[in-house]
Protein backbone atom coordinates (compact mmCIF):
# COMPACT_ATOMS: atom_id res chain seq x y z
CA UNK A 1 0.00 0.00 0.00
CA UNK A 2 1.10 3.17 -0.89
CA UNK A 3 1.31 5.63 2.04
CA UNK A 4 1.72 8.88 0.19
CA UNK A 5 -1.49 10.64 0.37
CA UNK A 6 -3.41 11.81 -2.40
CA UNK A 7 -4.52 15.38 -0.91
CA UNK A 8 -3.47 18.29 0.56
CA UNK A 9 -5.84 19.55 2.95
CA UNK A 10 -6.04 23.74 3.08
CA UNK A 11 -7.96 26.28 3.93
CA UNK A 12 -8.29 29.65 2.47
CA UNK A 13 -9.11 32.79 4.06
CA UNK A 14 -9.29 36.34 2.78
CA UNK A 15 -8.05 39.73 4.17
CA UNK A 16 -7.65 42.73 2.73
CA UNK A 17 -8.37 41.05 -0.85
CA UNK A 18 -5.80 38.82 -0.42
CA UNK A 19 -6.20 34.85 0.29
CA UNK A 20 -3.51 33.06 3.14
CA UNK A 21 -3.52 29.60 2.57
CA UNK A 22 -2.88 27.16 5.63
CA UNK A 23 -2.25 23.25 5.09
CA UNK A 24 -4.04 21.51 7.77
CA UNK A 25 -4.00 18.15 7.18
CA UNK A 26 -3.66 15.19 4.26
CA UNK A 27 -6.24 12.39 2.94
CA UNK A 28 -6.11 8.96 1.64
CA UNK A 29 -8.52 7.01 -0.60
CA UNK A 30 -10.58 4.43 1.32
CA UNK A 31 -9.80 1.16 -0.28
CA UNK A 32 -13.19 0.62 -1.08
CA UNK A 33 -13.78 3.74 -2.75
CA UNK A 34 -16.57 5.24 -0.45
CA UNK A 35 -14.56 8.01 0.79
CA UNK A 36 -11.26 9.91 2.54
CA UNK A 37 -9.23 9.16 5.61
CA UNK A 38 -8.18 12.60 6.74
CA UNK A 39 -5.57 12.94 9.05
CA UNK A 40 -6.30 17.18 10.74
CA UNK A 41 -3.46 18.37 11.95
CA UNK A 42 -5.70 21.89 12.77
CA UNK A 43 -9.01 22.73 12.47
CA UNK A 44 -10.20 26.11 11.55
CA UNK A 45 -12.68 28.14 14.17
CA UNK A 46 -13.82 30.91 11.51
CA UNK A 47 -16.73 30.18 9.85
CA UNK A 48 -17.07 31.99 5.75
CA UNK A 49 -13.76 30.40 4.72
CA UNK A 50 -13.14 27.31 2.28
CA UNK A 51 -11.57 23.84 3.00
CA UNK A 52 -9.74 22.85 0.17
CA UNK A 53 -8.51 19.09 -1.23
CA UNK A 54 -5.93 20.03 -3.35
CA UNK A 55 -3.87 16.99 -5.00
CA UNK A 56 -0.94 15.91 -3.65
CA UNK A 57 2.39 17.07 -5.18
CA UNK A 58 6.16 18.16 -3.99
CA UNK A 59 5.33 21.54 -3.77
CA UNK A 60 2.15 23.50 -2.07
CA UNK A 61 0.00 26.20 -3.85
CA UNK A 62 2.03 29.13 -1.60
CA UNK A 63 5.50 27.16 -2.57
CA UNK A 64 6.62 25.66 0.41
CA UNK A 65 8.19 22.16 0.06
CA UNK A 66 6.15 19.24 1.84
Do not use: C
Amino acid sequence: MNNKPSFVIKHARESGGKKFWTRIGVAWPIRTGGGYRLQLDYIPTSAGNDIYLLPWENKTTDGEET
